[in-house]
């Protein structure tokens, strides 16, 4: 009988000791829970918004988000454009503010230079390359343009237009 009661102490004190030894229970510490807030994916529509909403907010008027005039394919699926054009007074600022506004949200700069009458900025976020580019050139009257184009990592860009949103540094 004492062998009984003695095996039955022992599991107790060593079922008591795996669970505060482990950390559930007893040790003044808290189980890690789930996150509150799952974690969403970050998909071409969500890009998409995103750029759109921040550019708005930068300054920048609303752009074009279409596909249009590019070759067609598949690709498509995997980037997200925008592009615009800003008054030449304003459009250098409004670029400096949207790609602040982008580092807020998460957007984090990868390169960062200008050459000519171009200013490159390349951010990454979440499997998303945006490349943002800012023209200065002469010869689009008033305005400037600004292209924000967020192509998702992997993405098979066609030739005739991957040397748009490669840096050339």
């Known amino acids: 009988m004492r062998r009984r009661g003695t095996a039955a102490a022992a599991a107790a004190v060593a079922g008591i000791m795996a669970v505060t030894g482990c950390g559930l229970v007893g040790d003044g510490e808290t189980a890690p829970t789930a996150s509150p807030v799952p974690v969403v994916p970050y998909t071409r529509e969500s890009a998409a918004m995103e750029i759109a909403s921040l550019a708005r907010a930068g300054g920048l008027p609303d752009g074009d988000t279409s596909t249009a005039g590019l070759p067609k394919g598949d690709w498509q699926k995997c ?41 490159y900025r390349t951010l990454a976020k979440r499997g998303w390359k945006l490349f943002a580019r800012h023209y200065t050139m002469k010869g689009f009257g008033p305005d400037q343009i600004v292209s924000l184009t967020a192509v998702e990592d992997g993405c098979e860009l066609p030739r005739q237009i991957r040397g748009d949103y490669e840096d050339p540094a």
Do not use: C, N, Y
Request: cysteine-free.
């Open 79 to 119: 980037m997200a454009p925008w592009m615009g054009e800003a008054p030449a007074a304003g459009a250098a600022g409004a670029f400096d503010a949207t790609v602040m506004r982008l580092r807020q949200h998460d957007w984090e700069i990868l390169s960062s230079h200008a050459e000519k009458d171009v200013t």
